[in-house]
C-alpha cells in the first residue's frame, strides 16, 4: 500500500510578503545606523574635551596643593608642565612669561594633561589641521590653546569640533571651525 506524502513550504505569494516586510524594516532602520558613525565621532570628541578639563581642574587642584608655587615651576605629576602664575599649565619647556609661545607647548598640555592621551600633532595655525593624520591638532592662537578633532575630518572645507583652552583661566570652551 502506497501512502501519499503531502509535500509543506511556502508559497510565492508568503515568500514575497515576508521580502517585502523585510524590506520595509531595512528602510526604516537603516537611516538610524548611517547616523552611529557621527555619533561615536561625537561622543569620542566630548569625552575627550571633557577628560581635558577634568585634568586641567585636577593640575589647578595640584598646584594648590603644592602650595602654590610661583609661575615657570613643573609640576611633576604632570610630565613636568610648568605652571602660569594662575595656577594653570603653559608647556614643559622653560620660557619668559607664562603662557604657550609655540603650538608644541600645547601639544606638551595635552599629552600631560590627558596622560594616555590619543594621538596628537602640532601644527603653526589652522592651515595646517588640513591633511592631519592625528586624533587632535593643537594650535596655539596668541596665549591660548585650540585642539581642533581632526580624527574625523581633516579635509580642507570641512567642519570640525575643537576646543579652545585659555592657559589664563584654566576655561575650556567647545566651537566649530571650517578648515581652509
Same mark, same amino acid.
Given at each position: 500500500?502506497?501512502?501519499?506524502?503531502?509535500?509543506?513550504?511556502?508559497?510565492?505569494?508568503?515568500?514575497?510578503?515576508?521580502?517585502?516586510?523585510?524590506?520595509?524594516?531595512?528602510?526604516?532602520?537603516?537611516?538610524?545606523?548611517?547616523?552611529?558613525?557621527?555619533? /561615536?565621532?561625537?561622543?569620542?570628541?566630548?569625552?575627550?574635551?571633557?577628560?581635558?578639563?577634568?585634568?586641567? /581642574?585636577?593640575?589647578?587642584?595640584?598646584?594648590? %596643593?603644592?602650595?602654590?608655587?610661583?609661575?615657570? &615651576?613643573?609640576?611633576?605629576?604632570?610630565?613636568?608642565?610648568?605652571?602660569? %602664575?594662575?595656577?594653570?599649565?603653559?608647556?614643559?619647556?622653560?620660557?619668559?612669561?607664562?603662557? @604657550?609661545?609655540?603650538?608644541?607647548?600645547?601639544?606638551?598640555?595635552?599629552?600631560?594633561?590627558?596622560?594616555? $592621551?590619543? =594621538? +596628537?600633532?602640532? /601644527?603653526?595655525?589652522? $592651515?595646517?589641521?588640513?591633511?592631519?593624520?592625528?586624533?587632535?591638532?593643537?594650535?596655539?592662537?596668541? %596665549?591660548?590653546?585650540?585642539?581642533?578633532?581632526?580624527?574625523?575630518?581633516?579635509?580642507?572645507?570641512?567642519?570640525? @569640533?575643537?576646543?579652545?583652552?585659555? &592657559?589664563?583661566?584654566? +576655561?575650556?570652551?567647545?566651537? =566649530?571651525? +571650517?578648515?581652509?
Amino acid at each position: 500500500m502506497q501512502t501519499s506524502r503531502k509535500q509543506q513550504g511556502f508559497t510565492i505569494v508568503e515568500l514575497v510578503v515576508v521580502i517585502i516586510l523585510l524590506g520595509i524594516l531595512a528602510a526604516t532602520a537603516l537611516p538610524r545606523f548611517i547616523d552611529v558613525d557621527d555619533d /561615536a565621532h561625537t561622543a569620542a570628541f566630548e569625552g575627550i574635551m571633557g577628560g581635558f578639563q577634568t585634568g586641567i /581642574a585636577l593640575y589647578h587642584a595640584q598646584w594648590i %596643593a603644592d602650595g602654590q608655587v610661583s609661575a615657570g &615651576s613643573q609640576v611633576p605629576e604632570f610630565n613636568n608642565l610648568r605652571v602660569t %602664575a594662575q595656577g594653570y599649565p603653559y608647556s614643559n619647556t622653560s620660557q619668559t612669561g607664562d603662557v @604657550p609661545t609655540v603650538s608644541q607647548d600645547c601639544e606638551d598640555v595635552f599629552v600631560g594633561v590627558l596622560q594616555s $592621551a590619543p =594621538t +596628537v600633532s602640532d /601644527a603653526a595655525a589652522a $592651515a595646517g589641521v588640513v591633511g592631519s593624520a592625528t586624533d587632535f591638532t593643537a594650535v596655539r592662537n596668541g %596665549a591660548n590653546c585650540e585642539f581642533y578633532y581632526s580624527g574625523q575630518s581633516s579635509e580642507s572645507g570641512a567642519t570640525i @569640533p575643537l576646543f579652545t583652552y585659555f &592657559s589664563a583661566t584654566g +576655561v575650556v570652551t567647545r566651537s =566649530t571651525a +571650517v578648515l581652509p
